[in-house]
């Protein structure tokens, strides 16, 4: 090939790649306006139903009952009733979960979600979720994986 072809030739790739970059820039429809499920913190009592599928599950107290009950949180899960709004983001989740002490280290939940495509799945609702729950739990739990 001589020289006057290979340059034709990468003019020719850098126009291409430069018409595809401002197309998806100025003329791609943004995938990111897509409602997201938003995270509400909510403390409600357990339904009955709720009740019984978490045994040994202390009921959900006032701050200062937690505070006090925090040296026997080690013996017994936490248990926490999360409220998934619209726009509310898995990273969001998984603060939420590390600040009531489901969670020891979010990061280990936003990986989780991402690892297994699960941020596109979760559900809005209101779930019970305890700190004896696997991230496996965790996630299908929001997902409603089946």
Not at 31 to 52: I, R
Not at 94 to 110: P, R, S, W, Y
Request: hydrophobic fraction near 35%.
């Amino acid at each position: 090939m001589s020289r006057n072809v290979l340059q034709t030739f990468a003019a020719g790739i850098f126009m291409a790649a430069a018409i595809l970059s401002v197309y998806h820039f100025f003329f791609e429809p943004e995938k990111q306006k897509t409602s997201k499920p938003k995270v509400s913190a909510v403390y409600t009592q357990p339904a009955k139903k709720e009740e019984a599928s978490i045994k040994n599950t202390p009921p959900i107290k006032e701050k200062q009952e937690v505070q006090n009950s925090a040296d026997s949180a080690k013996s017994a899960p936490l248990s926490y009733t999360l409220e998934v709004k619209q726009g509310m983001t898995s990273g969001q989740i998984a603060d939420l979960l590390q600040q009531k002490g489901i969670l020891k280290d979010k990061n280990e939940l936003v990986t989780y979600m991402d690892k297994h495509h699960l941020n596109e799945k979760i559900q809005l609702g209101t779930y019970v979720l305890t700190s004896s729950m696997t991230l496996a739990q965790i996630g299908s739990t929001l997902a409603k994986d089946s």
